[in-house]
């Protein structure tokens, strides 16, 4: 399951007072990945709730050859305190997207999705013991059994996820 981040993210009226700088978005990429938060809600912590598996960084807009080898380095999880270890790529695009002459997106394969799937799953349970909705599948010829082969299913994606 691929998680992507887009930044920045500001409305189109309040482009013209924005001034960011390939390190400022290369480093806002990087806590919204590895704290599992959104833009309007990012935090500048330290700490490291996302495994990343594997990581795309497409820059596009202009003055690529501004983006500091430092920085970069901040995606390829050098100067982490815990050593990421995941697959980097990247890809540079000098095409201009939404009218942002400088933007970050990140495509990762992550942990991020273990906790909503684990309440996903939690919720399929319940709604199986209580027979929710079975008798609507089960005219078409499913069975409980495909229901229990599906859970089981979802749950190991969900520990492939959590443990790696």
């Not at 189109?12 to 001034?19: A, I, P, Q, R, S």
């Not at 050593?83 to 695009?93: A, I, M, T, V």
């Not at 990762?108 to 909705?133: P, Y």
Request: charged share 25%.
């Amino acid at each position: 399951m691929m998680r992507i981040i887009s930044t920045p993210e500001v409305p189109e009226d309040h482009l013209v007072f924005t001034n960011n700088n390939w390190n400022s978005i290369i480093k806002k990429g990087f806590n919204l990945l590895i704290t599992n938060t959104s833009e309007a809600k990012v935090s500048w912590n330290d700490n490291v709730n996302v495994k990343i598996k594997s990581l795309l960084a497409l820059y596009r807009g202009r003055n690529l050859d501004d983006i500091n080898e430092e920085f970069n380095s901040i995606l390829k999880g050098k100067f982490c305190k815990e050593k990421l270890n995941y697959d980097f790529s990247e890809k540079r695009d000098r095409n201009e997207i939404n009218n942002y002459e400088k933007h970050l997106t990140l495509l990762s394969n992550s942990n991020f999705i273990s906790k909503d799937l684990s309440s996903t799953i939690f919720k399929a349970q319940n709604m199986l013991m209580n027979k929710a909705f079975v008798h609507q599948y089960e005219k078409y010829g499913m069975e409980i059994s495909d229901f229990l082969d599906s859970i089981a299913f979802c749950e190991q994606i969900n520990y492939d996820y959590e443990n790696y």
